[in-house]
């Protein structure tokens, strides 16, 4: 039985065959394409072929994809969406797509509203729901609104209003995607609220990759059940994928975490992923990647659902170098997937991180020969500049001053030094090139439950075990196998500012995949 990854990536596509055992049989890369269904398709051909592994025996197929990020910073392929907010009179103030680029607004904004409802931190209700409110937004949105967005003040401790307002949204305008802010963001209503309109507006796109890798397969004649990767490291099934496209977002660097961790043994780690364009860096703790605990700014909009903590920098395999009055500038604009049409050990004439590692020899030694007239001393003097912009980020990253191991993955990791300072060894595991397919090929799901629970009306122990069983519940739906599910996280934050010893607990559950 095998398990068939593939990674979308802004340069490359990478695909990679694990065995039951989850040891690596393959992997390769093939040039994303601007069609990104026939990057993946060419992907899966090579991989199947030059693995030599029987098709049949390929029983689960997992995607990570930036098609919803590309859709969201391309303001391309979104769904018009209706928003309803429950919150009046409460949050009548500051109303729905309040902060949004007004571009981003115009392509996804039919029409908004705040109706009455919503709770307290504990619970209890502000004010009762009006259906008459519902029925006149839908009525003016009929017709236009490709799918609705529901947001409730502390939805996420009581969803019993948002339930019913979907249910009555589907009974006037029929069968329409509807997203509900409790099972999508966290506490804090204008973030979650941007959350669920831009999952709301994700829909067609959602759909659009889950019936293209699914043509992709059926095309090679490869039954196996379809897994998604999500932004936490694990995977969601295909219904779960539709409901939640949102949270595909991130899953690139996500998944040479995870794949990182797999490649080197190592729980806890640093982990630098170097691609074409960018280089990211995240922390590897217990296992899957360290969470942001700030909002989240996509395209331009605020946002408060789960996101890995990682930091970009404009550093890559393709970024440009120039000679500039000012001095040396590196990047941050790359040649991208036409690295090997303009590099200049390819042939082209733009001078690229990767020519000078090559000129340097720590990479490409066969194509030495077309950078050989660069100047030596030019090229160390870029070589440090660029080990300096990683010192630096990777310092950022860091909670202690204490020296930690780095793991590197992505095909541009060649421009890393071996050594570098704040970190205690560079690991370069075997197909640490591929780390993001590998990562995606895993397999593990999860379940994350967040709710503020009022410790008045229930102990410490039991508000915990109440987010626990949420928690494995959620994994359940998302794919997992209930006898492996195990919590791999658990956090509980007293909040000062609100009465009635508030505390608010976050819960991951993981588990295996259910077996075929």
């Not at 705040?114 to 519902?134: A, K, M, Q, T």
């Not at 507006?201 to 897994?227: D, S």
């Not at 691609?275 to 700014?297: A, E, H, K, Y």
């Not at 956090?491 to 000062?496: K, Q, T």
Request: aromatic fraction near 4%; proline fraction near 3%.
């Amino acid at each position: 039985m095998y398990r068939l990854g593939i990674d979308v990536g802004g340069t490359n596509t990478d695909a990679a065959i694990l065995d039951e055992h989850l040891q690596v049989v393959h992997t390769l890369k093939v040039p994303t394409t601007s069609n990104v269904e026939t990057g993946i398709f060419e992907a899966i051909v090579n991989v199947v072929k030059e693995s030599k592994i029987d098709r049949s025996q390929i029983k689960y197929a997992m995607l990570g994809t930036t098609h919803c990020t590309n859709a969201i910073v391309e303001r391309k392929r979104l769904n018009k969406v209706g928003m309803i907010r429950i919150g009046k009179p409460a949050t009548t103030s500051i109303p729905p797509f309040t902060d949004w680029p007004e571009d981003l607004r115009a392509k996804v904004e039919v029409e908004s509203t705040i109706i009455s409802g919503g709770y307290e931190f504990d619970g209890r209700i502000i004010s009762p729901l009006n259906r008459e409110e519902v029925q006149q937004f839908c009525q003016k949105v009929k017709g236009k609104a490709e799918s609705i967005a529901i947001s409730g003040v502390f939805a996420p401790v009581n969803k019993d209003q948002e339930q019913i307002v979907a249910k009555w949204v589907k009974e006037e305008l029929g069968d329409i995607p509807v997203s509900l802010s409790h099972e999508i963001g966290s506490i804090g209503l204008l973030e979650r609220e941007n959350a669920t309109i831009l999952n709301a507006a994700l829909m067609t796109t959602g759909k659009m990759i889950v019936n293209g890798f699914a043509k992709a397969l059926k095309n090679l004649q490869i039954e196996a059940e379809m897994f998604f990767s999500q932004n936490d490291g694990t995977l969601m099934n295909e219904e779960y994928a539709l409901r939640y496209p949102i949270l595909t977002m991130g899953c690139g660097p996500t998944n040479s975490i995870r794949g990182s961790a797999h490649l080197s043994g190592l729980q806890n780690a640093m982990v630098l992923d170097v691609g074409g364009t960018t280089s990211d860096i995240g922390v590897l703790s217990n296992g899957f990647p360290r969470q942001s605990t700030l909002s989240v700014n996509i395209g331009g909009v605020n946002t408060n659902f789960r996101m890995p903590d990682i930091l970009s920098i404009g550093l890559g395999g393709g970024t440009r170098i120039r000679e500039t009055n000012e001095g040396i500038k590196v990047g941050p604009d790359s040649v991208g997937y036409e690295i090997t049409k303009k590099a200049i050990l390819f042939g082209g004439d733009v001078m690229t991180t990767s020519d000078i590692v090559t000129r340097l020899g720590h990479a490409f030694e066969a194509h030495s020969e077309l950078v050989a007239h660069l100047p030596g001393d030019f090229c160390q003097q870029v070589y440090d500049q660029m080990t300096k912009m990683l010192e630096d980020a990777i310092d950022q990253m860091k909670t202690s001053t204490k020296e930690i191991p780095l793991i590197l993955s992505g095909g541009g990791s060649i421009i890393v030094s071996d050594s570098l300072n704040g970190v205690s060894q560079v690991i370069r595991p075997s197909h640490y090139g591929a780390a993001n397919a590998i990562g995606a090929a895993l397999g593990q799901v999860s379940g994350e439950m967040e709710r503020i629970y009022s410790l008045n009306q229930m102990n410490r122990e039991e508000a915990i075990q109440d987010a626990r069983d949420l928690a494995i519940e959620e994994a359940i739906k998302a794919g997992a196998d209930e006898s492996t599910i195990s919590i791999v996280a658990v956090e509980d934050i007293p909040l000062a500012y609100l009465p009635g010893n508030a505390v608010v607990i976050r819960v991951k559950a993981v588990g295996d995949l259910i077996s075929i």
